[in-house]
């Protein structure tokens, strides 16, 4: 089993710092999601119902995925009907 070694110059502190910052990048994403959820722009909804279903980024959630696709299909998504029929 190969065992990573951190560049020169790059110790535990930058992990640390890079990990970091990965969850305050991923929390500011899914901030901005949520208001253009709140705005109500059906491809977010979408995208996120996505996500939901899959479990993919976020925590799986098959009854937000179902109500995600919903208000998308309010708003005239047609990929949303589809994916709500597949869940």
Same mark, same amino acid.
Request: hydrophobic share 45%; proline share 7%; with cysteine.
């Given at each position: 089993q190969e065992r #990573?070694? @951190?560049?020169? =110059?790059f110790d535990r502190d *930058? /992990?640390?710092?890079v990990e970091r910052r990965s969850r305050d990048?991923? *929390? &500011?994403?899914?901030?901005? /999601? =949520?208001?253009?959820? &709140?705005? =109500?722009n059906a491809h977010?909804?979408?995208?996120?119902g996505c996500l939901c279903r899959e479990g993919h980024t #976020? @925590?799986?959630d098959p009854a937000r995925a179902a109500a995600l696709f919903e208000?998308?299909?309010?708003?005239?998504? @047609? /990929?949303a009907m589809i994916a709500l029929a597949l869940s």
């Open positions: #990573l070694i @951190p560049a020169e =110059g *930058d /992990l640390r710092f990048y991923r *929390d &500011a994403c899914v901030r901005w /999601l =949520g208001e253009r959820i &709140a705005q =109500g977010t909804m979408y995208v996120v #976020l @925590p799986a208000r998308a299909i309010e708003r005239g998504h @047609p /990929l």
